[in-house]
């Protein structure tokens, strides 16, 4: 079977358009968007204008109780583990947020995304602020600016904001309230959702007469991904970051997918067919390669996938288990894989851990992870002290034999533990 757009064919003006998207595709936002008009939605207080078309609306409020009893029933009963949390010792405040942003892949396109703001309540105008970034979800709305929707969300919330954190957190472009495709792992496009939500949430928070301190970075699955994406985005903008957390993040896509493909294991999770549907779709749409996904995904499971990308119903049943099962049978040959246009975009894009880093990083992996390999896990880290007498920035920490939800679980309050140590 032939890969409809050529196994050597990157799509040269897309990648083109990539490359020069990323050079400065923050600058000039107030220009490219007009303050968006207040709106009233259900339950919701009217959006309030801020400079350079950023909205917020308060969209409800958690108090202590609620926080206490994600903490005690809510988080170990989706995450199938106990561990020891710290009890809230405060409500929460919710804003949603809507900001304008820019598709670096499509030139710079003008888009508006959404997020979240969380803020204790009465406990002062200062506090550390953590943005978080979301993992996996199948449905748009199951992201921080729709908190009730968010398990791993809520637990945030619960243990940081609850705690005395500013919690913020992007939907990522397509999600939320974001009318764009999904872009699934696009790394240049969550780069820029995520630092310009972060901006955002400064302006909001200036509204609010709140004053953040030190900056904390957190995700988990494919928010560790982003996570170090956005620090690595920071960095070269030479802000400051005083510590950077993840938990299960796969920072290395080439070597995950090959692994997928090539080495499957007795534990590898029945919904990973999920990611290679989400990033075939997104590669297409944001890289501009036409029938990229078809050249992936087989012909008798390609209006299933489809349909699952694009949020439509779909038969959950008829979904693959395997990536064996969903995949052409030319990507379990390693060199085609290698050399197709959808393996050079995620050999090309999704790594992030190769520069300098130097704000303080803790990788925190299970060794039962069904998702993220031990190796995977410590990548950044052997990269980082394979560098001359060794960068010690960068540490990978095991939560033992926790699967991919009790890695985050048992991650988080040590994110905590870490992040109060330094100042929070």
């Given at each position: ?123 002062g105008s200062r506090f550390p602020l953590l943005s978080y970034q979301h993992g996996t979800v ?287």
């Open positions: 079977m032939g890969d409809a757009v050529g196994a050597t064919d990157l799509g040269r003006r897309g990648l083109a358009r990539t490359a020069a998207g990323l050079v400065g595709a923050a600058a000039g936002l107030a220009a490219l968007l007009p303050v968006a008009k207040a709106e009233t939605k259900a339950g919701a207080e009217p959006l309030a204008p801020l400079a350079a078309g950023v909205t917020y609306s308060h969209v409800g409020s958690w108090d202590v109780a609620k926080l206490n009893q994600i903490l005690t029933a809510d988080a170990p009963k989706f995450f199938g583990i106990t561990v020891p949390l710290s009890p809230a010792r405060s409500g929460v405040a919710l804003y949603r947020v809507h900001y304008p942003s820019v598709v670096p892949e499509k030139g710079n396109l003008p888009i508006m995304a959404s997020g979240l703001v969380a803020v204790p309540d009465g406990e199948y449905q748009k709305e199951q992201v921080p600016s729709f908190p009730d929707q968010s398990p791993e969300t809520g637990l945030v919330l619960a243990q940081f904001a609850g705690q005395g954190y500013v919690v913020t957190g992007a939907d990522y472009f397509g999600m939320g309230t974001s009318r764009e495709a999904e872009g699934y792992l696009v790394k240049g496009s969550q780069q820029q959702a995520t630092v310009d939500m972060l901006a955002a949430a400064r302006a909001v928070l200036a509204a609010l007469k709140i004053e953040p301190t030190k900056l904390f970075l957190g995700g988990w699955s494919q928010g560790g991904f982003v996570t170090m994406a956005l620090l690595e985005r920071l960095e070269a903008q030479g802000m400051t970051v005083d510590g950077a957390a993840t938990a299960s993040g796969p920072l290395d896509g080439f070597a995950a997918f090959s692994g997928f493909l090539d080495f499957p294991r007795g534990i590898d999770a029945t919904w990973l067919p999920i990611l290679f549907i989400l990033t075939a779709f997104s590669f297409e749409n944001y890289y501009g390669v036409p029938d990229l996904a078809r050249s992936v995904i087989k012909d008798e499971h390609y209006d299933l996938a489809r349909k699952l990308y694009e949020r439509e119903s779909y038969d959950a049943a008829s979904l693959p288990t395997t990536v064996r099962a969903l995949v052409r049978a030319d990507y379990l040959s390693p060199r085609y894989f290698a050399s197709s246009a959808y393996g050079r975009i995620i050999s090309a894009t999704l790594h992030a851990y190769r520069w300098v880093i130097q704000s303080p990083v803790r990788n925190y992996y299970g060794e039962s992870d069904e998702v993220v390999t031990p190796g995977l896990g410590r990548i950044a880290m052997t990269y980082q002290e394979a560098m001359g007498s060794g960068n010690k920035a960068v540490s990978a920490i095991s939560t033992g034999k926790t699967d991919h939800r009790g890695t985050f679980m048992t991650a988080v309050p040590q994110w905590k533990n870490w992040f109060d140590a330094a100042g929070g």
